[in-house]
């Protein structure tokens, strides 16, 4: 949730596409966030420029470490966001290879057992 001059907005995380974060000096710092369906400005931002963006805030240097807390929880969700999700694999499929195994001579019907037990307790 962002708050400034133009009052409160909120973003979900969902339409963030980036963060931008840059750390207060002299000069305050930024976080600024580009949102799926607004217009991006062209060029780079700059701290006039970001001052006058709805989606960004301002902060002092006092702040830097919140601030670039908040940039690495948001980079990390958008991270998560796009990542592909692998599927476990289905339970039965694996007892079925590891059968086979054991049917080969690869496993004793001991490590057999031992392995489907340890399959079968991750239910």
Do not use: C
């Not at 969902?14 to 930024?30: D, E, H, I, P, R």
């Not at 670039?68 to 969700?77: M, Q, T, V």
Request: glycine share 8%; charged share 25%.
């Amino acid at each position: 949730m962002f708050s400034g001059s133009k009052g409160e907005k909120v973003i979900p995380l969902n339409s963030v596409t980036s963060v931008q974060y840059k750390a207060a000096g002299f000069l305050v710092g930024y976080i600024q966030l580009a949102v799926s369906g607004d217009s991006q400005r062209g060029g780079r931002s700059n701290t006039q420029s970001v001052q006058q963006d709805e989606n960004a805030v301002t902060f002092y240097s006092k702040q830097n470490g919140e601030f670039k807390e908040l940039a690495d929880e948001i980079n990390a969700a958008l991270i998560a966001k796009h990542a592909p999700e692998v599927a476990a694999p289905d339970l039965a499929e694996q007892i079925l290879k590891i059968a086979a195994l054991r049917d080969r001579g690869v496993l004793t019907d001991e490590e057999f057992a031992a392995k489907k037990s340890e399959l079968l307790a991750r239910l």
